[in-house]
Nanobody, 115 residues
Framework: QVQLVESGGGLAQAGGSLRLSCAASGITFSINAINWYRQAPGKQRELVAGIAATGSTHYADSVKGRFTISRDNAKKTAYLQMNSLQPEDTAVYYC?????????WGQGTQVTVSS
């Protein structure tokens, strides 16, 4: 049974930082691409950042230079380091693991940035 558990969300002030973690079980973590998505109230879920099994990364334009995605295959955990947070980063952040046709999601963690 695939399980993705996000943690590290919370309240931050504008300009502050948070580090999200995504702990995986039930999958061969190293062969999965890992993505972070977010969904703000009244908005569609959007891709924030992704890291392939090879380690290559990509980011939404809105977070480039501020967010960093990484992975530790030995710990079966992915991370999203978020710096220079802005109120518009407020959303529920979801971890997503993808391998071929299988896509798995975590339950999400709330990030709230106050101005």
């Amino acid at each position: 049974q695939v399980q993705l558990v996000e943690s590290g969300g919370g309240l931050a002030q504008a300009g502050g930082s948070l580090r999200l973690s995504c702990a995986a079980s039930g999958i061969t973590f190293s062969i999965n691409a890992i993505n972070w998505y977010r969904q703000a109230p009244g908005k569609q879920r959007e891709l924030v950042a992704g890291i392939a099994a090879t380690g290559s990364t990509h980011y939404a334009d809105s977070v480039k230079g501020r967010f960093t995605i990484s992975r530790d295959n030995a710990k079966k955990t992915a991370y999203l380091q978020m710096n220079s947070l802005q109120p518009e980063d407020t959303a529920v952040y979801y971890c997503n693991a993808v391998y071929r046709a299988r896509s798995s999601w975590g339950q999400g963690t709330q990030v709230t940035v106050s101005s």
